[in-house]
């Protein structure tokens, strides 16, 4: 009686407060405590029209058996008067449809009730859900909602969390979704979100039970993705973002989904954002998006992963971000504009078996290709790779006594740990002359040698060791700076007569040089080194105008078998070539610029050979017509075949705008008929392109 008489007063003066702040009267709706049988009073609105703006904190109805329990406090807000109720733990289920607008529910209303099975949130008004309000409310599997919330609507941090929800379909209106707002709704299969929701915080969905797809694609008004929103959800099995737009996605957005095969319409690619999805196979990016970034972690332990497209704009490849990712076979999708590969990026990805760096990379941090157990062949296509760290081949095929680096690189290792660390000896691994600091080269304790191409010694970094029985080979010149750099380790100079191929500037044979500057080369094998080689072409067509085109090898390197043209830093210089073991049996003599490396050939008659004349005022550098069968040729050198069609019976090199072969002289010879396309090559059955006929350019649709 003591508790009724003390409950009774509490409400009397809470009431009474309302009255005298609002000037209203009020009216009283009935409900009962099953437990205790109280009979509790509430505050509404005065008239229907007049309603009142409630927001509930664990308010229930009786049902026919009044098994339902009032519980907690309301807050009632009705021209700024508030009421303050009791509270109690024990509910069933609520539904409040009786004169009131509900416009949200209290931070905390019903947090820990185990025994809420059912919400009825119907009302159009409502606004907003705080923070814990139904939190591991494990028995509560249905919330009821509008289909359609005037004012917007935003869900509280952990609103959710734990509660034993088993389908959800959010109202239109709905903008927010807090951070941890289902958290672990393990029982969470099915979800269908508005086209409203603007942000969903981090960890809205960690854990939840989703299956199926994750269909994004009507959410019209998403911006954002929070930090690892649909985390170890593990039975969705594909996710489709809005094709109109891009969505912003939080690190470890989707890590975890051991199920999801397909994502589409992404758009970005965060930190550890789809890491560990070890089902993951199809990865397309939305239509006219630009990925430049993949994260760390990205896509880390994706070991099915096989289809990415439109990565070709990618500048920054993060740490570990294809880490296991065994079924990459290549490289190619991520384009050629990335400028460092992250630590650990290819970690462990088995199908690699070969690889070719793009010229645009400039560091290959540590380990970044460390387990990759098939990979046999690195390519570096170009000279901008300034530092390879250290365990970066550790555990493949690739044969370091034959690795080509860079021409530019400048640190070998890093915190004194070699870049391939097993313990097979090195015979004649080549330093290239750019290399500056370096770790230890070898951890085994045999007997192993290492060529360095650069007279000034490179640096050990802290930690590095070099073993006692070891032999640098180093230029003949540097022999003694090597010797006080290293005094443990026997030096010795290169050998003379591996320098493998030497060309005076002075040569006038059928492939000598012109002007003193200028000459053809083709090697047999791969030219890592040289000494006064300023610049180096290669023939890739010819003009409408009948100029022979030529463009620059960026990289400088001679790829084996490869004619080229070349100019020398200085007129009167020979310029050596230092050749690794890639080799070739026959050039490619597929262009316009052939060559041969057996002795004792001949120019074909109608080619055309660089050389010295000494007729008329001298060194007329050009390119001159082969007219005898007899003419000789230098092997390792190269000359030019035309199409009969371009009638020049001279050729000056020409290097303004229009990199060029100028025709200068005319010779007509009998006109064929027959047809080349732009390399030089006669077509029997030309197709849809560009050709040459009877010395005119034309073109087959």
């Given at each position: ?158 609103a959710f969390s734990g509660a034993g929800l088993t389908s959800l379909s959010l109202p239109e209106g709905l903008t927010t979704i807090g951070n941890n707002a289902f958290y672990e709704c393990k029982n969470l299969t099915e979800l269908t979100l508005p086209s409203t929701v603007e942000t969903i915080g981090d960890q809205a969905f960690q854990s939840c039970g989703l299956d ?19 985390i170890f959800c593990k039975g969705i099995r594909q996710v489709t973002f809005p094709e109109e737009h891009a969505v912003d996605l939080g690190g470890s957005c989707f890590q975890g989904c051991e199920s999801l095969v397909i994502a589409k319409n992404v758009s970005c690619l965060p930190g550890s954002c789809f890491d560990d999805c070890t089902a993951l196979q199809d990865v ?268 620059e090898v960026e990289d400088g390197v001679l790829r084996a078998g490869v004619p080229y043209i070349y100019k020398t830093d200085d007129s009167r210089s020979k310029v050596r070539v230092w050749c690794s073991g890639v080799s070739v049996s026959e050039p490619d003599n597929s262009g316009l610029l052939k060559s041969t490396f057996t002795e004792g050939s001949y120019v074909p ?97």
């Open positions: 009686m003591k508790r009724v008489l003390l409950l009774a007063l509490f409400l009397t003066l809470l009431f009474g407060v309302a009255k005298a702040d609002s000037g209203m009267s009020v009216t009283q709706d009935k409900l009962y405590d099953y437990n205790d049988n109280l009979k509790y009073t509430i505050v509404k609105a005065p008239t229907a029209s007049e309603y009142g703006e409630v927001l509930l904190a664990g308010l229930c109805t009786e049902d026919a058996a009044k098994t339902s329990v009032f519980v907690a406090s309301i807050v009632i807000i009705d021209k700024g008067t508030s009421l303050v109720g009791s509270s109690d733990k024990y509910v069933n289920e609520y539904s409040f449809t009786k004169g009131y607008r509900i416009i949200g529910v209290g931070a905390s209303a019903f947090s820990g009730n185990t025994t809420l099975t059912y919400v009825d949130l119907s009302s159009r008004a409502l606004r907003s859900i705080g923070k814990n309000a139904f939190q591991n409310c494990t028995a509560l599997t249905e919330v009821k909602f509008n289909s359609d919330v005037s004012n917007g609507l935003s869900i509280g941090n952990s199926g797809e994750l269909n994004l694609k009507k959410c019209s008004a998403l911006k954002s993705l929070g930090g690892s929103c649909f397309y990016v939305m239509s006219g998006e630009e990925i430049k970034t993949i994260g760390s972690y990205c896509f880390s332990g994706c070991a099915k992963l096989g289809r990415v497209d439109n990565f070709s704009n990618c500048e920054t490849l993060g740490e570990s971000c294809f880490r296991g990712c065994s079924t990459l076979t290549s490289l190619d999708f991520l384009g050629n504009k990335f400028k460092m590969i992250g630590r650990s990026c290819f970690y462990g990805c088995s199908g690699l078996e070969s690889v070719d760096i793009p010229a645009t990379v400039e560091v290959l941090e540590s380990q970044c290709f460390c387990e990759c157990s098939n990979l046999a062949t690195l390519n570096f296509l170009g000279n901008n790779v300034k530092a390879i760290g250290s365990y970066c081949f550790y555990h493949t095929k690739i044969d370091k006594n034959k690795i080509v680096f860079p021409s530019s690189l400048e640190t070998l290792g890093d915190g004194g740990s070699d870049v391939f660390n097993d313990n097979s000896a090195c015979t004649n691994m080549v330093i290239p002359a750019s290399v500056k600091e370096m770790a230890t080269l070898d951890i085994s304790s045999k007997s192993s040698s290492f060529r360095f191409l650069g007279k000034t010694p490179p640096t050990l970094q802290e930690g590095a060791k070099v073993g006692a029985n070891w032999t640098f080979q180093v230029p003949a010149s540097a022999v003694d700076a090597y010797k006080a750099a290293f005094p443990t380790v026997k030096v010795e100079a290169i050998p003379s007569d591996e320098w493998d191929y030497e060309f005076s500037p002075a040569n006038s044979s059928a492939a000598g040089v012109i002007d003193n500057k200028f000459g053809t080369i083709c090697l047999p094998r791969q030219g890592d080194y040289t000494l006064n080689m300023a610049k180096l072409y290669t023939v890739v067509g010819i003009s409408a105008d009948n100029k022979v085109q030529i463009r008659v109608g080619a055309y050979v660089l050389q010295f004349t000494t007729s008329g005022s001298g060194i007329d550098n050009k390119f001159h017509i082969v007219k005898s069968a007899s003419f000789p040729f230098t092997p390792y050198r190269a000359y030019l075949q035309l199409p009969e069609e371009v009638n020049a019976s001279a050729l000056r090199l020409d290097f303004g705008e229009a990199t060029g072969i100028e025709s200068v002289a005319t010779d007509k010879r009998e006109a064929d008929g027959a047809v080349y396309d732009l390399s030089g090559r006669r077509v029997q059955q030309p197709r849809s392109g560009f050709y040459i006929k009877n010395g005119k350019k034309y073109i087959i649709k």
